[in-house]
């Protein structure tokens, strides 16, 4: 490791726990669970389900790998503090020689992921969030839904949106020469599957933006927040797994959103989303403004948002034995 903190580098992981420890989970996750101490494993274990178990554990491989590899300490001598504005989960290292480690992480329908930033400044300064949309079979419940539709589904989560959002979810169109679809209705099987990964879109962005931020889906002022311009990624491939979220297909990025708040744009922040094999997307903010940024005069896309890595589960294991 150098004696001194150069640029900021900045990362992506992406784990996959769909097939691994699904079924004797404290057996067949032993060999991991015993790379932490009894209080994780315990939080682990603590979970009902294998698959939350599973995506538990891969969280917290991520973090602790993360700051193996960027400080080079074994697994059992990390320990994270927490921001003192936001709350978050920081990594400030025992010697200044040393960097400091930003990051934030998410997990859904069996995916991890997490970014992460290296910098002389434990500054929280990158948000991360991932969306299924199909995991809960919604399109359906909401298709069975005759009385209140669609729009009544978007209501039910109001709250967190804007108005001017609301409104795109209710009507956007795949077209802009199409003709508005009047209330009284019914919208295609299609369309409706158009609109939910629509608002799954602006789920993750909101998602990640409030967890850059320090906070929390009850924030009182997510409806003054607001993201215009945006464009839902086509759909990637199940062909090859997860090997789509290392693509540079710009059919599957989306990164000129814009972000407003009250009324004024935000500068200091510029936002990913990109899709994840048919299923998911992967939503990314990265504060642009913060000092870490500001030091190494980061402002190429592929510095804010570096290509994922996608880790195996054996990479953990070894790193350990290897320290």
């Given at each position: 490791m150098s004696s001194s903190v150069a640029v900021p580098a900045t990362f992506r992981w992406l784990l996959d726990t769909r097939s691994q420890w699904q079924d004797d989970f404290p057996t067949q996750a032993s060999t991991h669970l015993s790379l932490f101490p009894p209080s994780i494993q315990d939080r682990?274990?603590?979970?009902?389900?294998?698959?939350?178990?599973?995506?538990?554990?891969?969280?917290?491989?991520?973090?602790?790998?993360?700051?193996?590899?960027?400080?080079?300490?074994?697994?059992?001598?990390?320990?994270?503090?927490?921001?003192?504005?936001?709350?978050?989960?920081?990594?400030?290292?025992?010697?200044?020689?040393l960097p400091c480690l930003s990051f934030n992480v998410?997990?859904?329908?069996?995916?991890?992921?997490?970014?992460?930033?290296?910098?002389?400044q434990p500054n929280p300064e990158v948000g991360i969030d991932i969306v299924?949309?199909?995991?809960?079979?919604?399109?359906?419940?909401?298709?069975?839904?005759?009385?209140?539709?669609?729009?009544?589904?978007?209501?039910?989560?109001?709250e967190a949106f804007a108005p001017s959002e609301v409104h795109d979810m209710k009507t956007w169109l795949p077209s802009e020469d199409a003709e508005p679809i009047p209330p009284s209705r019914t919208i295609s099987?299609?369309?409706?599957?158009?609109?939910?990964?629509?608002?799954?879109?602006?789920?993750?962005?909101?998602e990640?933006?409030?967890?850059?931020?320090?906070?929390?889906l009850l924030a009182p002022w997510l409806q003054e927040l607001e993201f215009r311009n945006v464009r839902v990624p086509e759909a990637a491939t199940d062909v090859g797994g997860l090997r789509s979220a290392m693509s540079d297909d710009p059919r599957h990025i989306v990164r000129d959103i814009q972000i407003w708040?009250?009324?004024?744009?935000?500068?200091?922040?510029?936002?990913e989303l990109r899709a994840v094999e048919s299923n998911y997307m992967i939503a990314t903010a990265?504060?642009?403004?913060?000092?870490?940024?500001?030091?190494?005069?980061?402002g190429a896309s592929?510095?804010?948002?570096?290509?994922?890595?996608?880790?195996?589960?054996?990479e953990f294991v070894a790193a350990v034995e290897g320290s």
């Amino acid at each position: 490791m150098s004696s001194s903190v150069a640029v900021p580098a900045t990362f992506r992981w992406l784990l996959d726990t769909r097939s691994q420890w699904q079924d004797d989970f404290p057996t067949q996750a032993s060999t991991h669970l015993s790379l932490f101490p009894p209080s994780i494993q315990d939080r682990i274990l603590a979970y009902h389900f294998a698959k939350d178990r599973a995506m538990a554990l891969g969280s917290a491989l991520l973090k602790h790998h993360a700051v193996h590899e960027t400080n080079s300490l074994p697994y059992d001598s990390i320990s994270f503090s927490n921001d003192q504005n936001t709350k978050k989960p920081i990594y400030i290292p025992p010697s200044p020689l040393l960097p400091c480690l930003s990051f934030n992480v998410s997990h859904q329908a069996g995916l991890v992921a997490l970014i992460g930033v290296t910098g002389r400044q434990p500054n929280p300064e990158v948000g991360i969030d991932i969306v299924c949309v199909n995991e809960r079979n919604e399109l359906d419940r909401i298709s069975a839904d005759t009385v209140n539709g669609f729009d009544g589904w978007v209501d039910m989560h109001a709250e967190a949106f804007a108005p001017s959002e609301v409104h795109d979810m209710k009507t956007w169109l795949p077209s802009e020469d199409a003709e508005p679809i009047p209330p009284s209705r019914t919208i295609s099987h299609a369309l409706m599957a158009q609109r939910l990964r629509r608002f799954y879109a602006f789920w993750a962005l909101k998602e990640a933006y409030i967890k850059l931020r320090g906070d929390a889906l009850l924030a009182p002022w997510l409806q003054e927040l607001e993201f215009r311009n945006v464009r839902v990624p086509e759909a990637a491939t199940d062909v090859g797994g997860l090997r789509s979220a290392m693509s540079d297909d710009p059919r599957h990025i989306v990164r000129d959103i814009q972000i407003w708040f009250r009324g004024e744009r935000v500068t200091d922040v510029e936002m990913e989303l990109r899709a994840v094999e048919s299923n998911y997307m992967i939503a990314t903010a990265v504060q642009t403004g913060g000092p870490n940024f500001k030091e190494a005069d980061v402002g190429a896309s592929e510095d804010m948002f570096p290509t994922f890595r996608i880790l195996d589960i054996e990479e953990f294991v070894a790193a350990v034995e290897g320290s």
